[in-house]
């Protein structure tokens, strides 16, 4: 069997996310989660609590080495690339379902992030963001006075 067959179950389910979001997208491009170069979309998850916003990215198989993140007016951006397979060892195979090249993910964060303080970690194929909120963000209890 010389042919490889590529199956990208996710394909439809991308171009109706991204037909979506192009419809929900305010008239300005400053939060895009999704980039048209990019070769495949990681998925993320973003969560908040009191003192910081976590952001959750699934990338198994790429390395440290590969990724790349920045933070320029409030605008995370989330790149890289999981290496092609070399041609040479494509000959053994008869399905691919693992996308492989170039993502590139972006994130407008609210201005109570502190972007100065971002810390990130890559764990079993999961990296971290962790972006704390600035002291001015942080819950304070106000005490009440009375002239009693």
Do not use: C
Request: no cysteine.
């Amino acid at each position: 069997m010389s042919y490889i067959t590529r199956y990208e179950p996710s394909t439809l389910v991308n171009e109706v996310n991204k037909m979506i979001e192009q419809a929900l997208r305010p008239l300005t491009k400053t939060d895009t989660s999704n980039i048209e170069t990019s070769q495949w979309i990681p998925a993320i998850d973003i969560k908040e609590d009191k003192k910081q916003f976590t952001i959750l990215a699934d990338l198994p198989g790429v390395e440290k080495s590969d990724i790349n993140i920045s933070m320029e007016n409030n605008i995370l951006t989330l790149k890289g690339s999981r290496p092609a397979t070399p041609k040479e060892e494509m000959t053994h195979y008869f399905r691919t379902e693992r996308i492989r090249g170039n993502f590139y993910r972006q994130f407008a964060l609210p201005d109570t992030a502190d972007g100065a303080k971002i810390e990130a970690k890559l764990q079993k194929g999961v990296l971290e963001i962790f972006i704390p909120k600035k002291e001015s963000a942080q819950p304070q209890s106000i005490e009440i006075r009375s002239d009693e």
